[in-house]
């Protein structure tokens, strides 16, 4: 049972909270801990009801409000928790596709892990946000065997909670072959497995291959495929296996391998926060022998970094 770092707060009343961050952000200077304070403590519906409330009180919109008063990688995380979890996907994807350089991984991130019903609410997101199609955009911008695993990804037609062991090795087999020949058509019939059978299926078809080939699904694509299709193939069967340990994986990069990806870090965080994120944690603990606290402590500072800390909710063993 995943579990996430951030729950409905308590005795919650959005009007007083709304006038307090009123008067946090309407100061002579902004009172950034009493932002912290409130908007990481609360849950996303409760943040909503405070942004409403907040529009009532001062004709104001909060969002507005926050990006005029902060800046750098503090907003990101503050303006971030205001969204709800659908307009956060797509406002990320949105950035990923449009921006100055199309974000891959973040691409990845997202379309690899989110459930068919995520994936509906976040392309209704994005239509409404941006007036555009996500998958017209997926196609005008990306290209080869990787666009079509994300427009397959995001068509959010896997099946679920089916599984039906008499196919699973046949799908072994076409999946083994793929990695063999190497084909357009071998491709296809790969990336179509993957993003298309249910998660229960694809365990027993990821044993069938073991079985079949003496090799592990994710070492197979490693050798087979390279650049951005095989980061998606791989990313799917992590998905499938454990999704706070790919999480808690991705993360890891962020902050080692990147020189601390800051984009990375606060959208998994923000993300996952009332989903999986303590989780995650554990992972990331008994992988790393570092505590994700701890690695954000090392990399992270001032209100950014209390910031970040206060979505992990940690203990004081984390430190």
């Known amino acids: 049972q995943t579990q996430g770092t951030i729950f409905p707060a308590p005795n919650f009343n959005p009007v007083v909270d709304a006038q307090v961050l009123g008067g946090a952000l309407q100061g002579i200077s902004c009172e950034k801990d009493v932002l912290i304070d409130i908007l990481t403590q609360r849950c996303n ?4 009801m405070i942004a409403e409330a907040y529009r009532d009180m001062y004709g104001r ?7 005029e008063n902060l800046s750098h990688h503090f907003k990101e995380v503050m303006v971030g928790l205001m969204y709800p979890p659908a ?6 994807l949105w950035h990923a596709l449009k921006g100055a350089d199309i974000e891959e991984k973040c691409l990845i991130d997202i379309l690899a892990s989110r459930s068919n019903m995520e994936i509906f609410q976040m392309k209704e997101a994005y239509l409404i946000q941006y007036n555009n199609d996500l998958q017209q955009d997926i196609d005008s911008e990306i290209s080869g065997h990787f666009r079509d695993t994300l427009m397959n990804l995001a068509q959010g037609t896997r099946m679920e909670g089916y599984a039906d062991p ?8 076409i999946l083994w072959e793929a990695c063999q020949r190497k084909t357009g058509e071998h491709k ?12 229960q299926q694809l365990w027993m078809v990821f044993q069938e291959f073991q079985n079949i080939s003496g090799q592990d699904i994710v070492d197979a694509i490693n050798e087979c495929y390279d650049g951005y299709f095989q980061e998606l193939l791989v990313a799917i069967v992590l998905c499938v296996r454990d999704k706070p340990s790919y999480f808690a994986y991705r993360l890891y990069n962020a902050i080692h391998d990147f020189g601390f990806h800051n984009k990375t870090v606060i959208r998994i965080l923000i993300a996952r926060s009332e989903i999986d994120l303590m989780t995650i944690r554990q992972r990331y603990k008994e992988r790393y022998g570092k505590s994700l606290f701890h690695d954000i402590k090392h990399f992270a500072s001032g ?10 909710a940690g203990d004081a063993e984390d430190y």
């Not at 919109?61 to 990006?67: G, N, P, Q, V």
């Not at 209100?303 to 992990?312: T, V």
């Open 188 to 199: 296809n019939m790969l990336q179509m497995i993957l993003c298309n059978r249910s998660y």
């Open 45 to 48: 519906s409760q943040r909503l």
């Open 166 to 173: 008499s196919t699973a090795a046949q799908d072994a087999m």
């Open 87 to 92: 307009s956060y996907d797509a406002h990320e």
């Open 61 to 67: 919109d909060l969002i507005t409000d926050l990006k």
């Open 303 to 312: 209100h950014y970094e209390s910031a970040l800390l206060a979505i992990c």
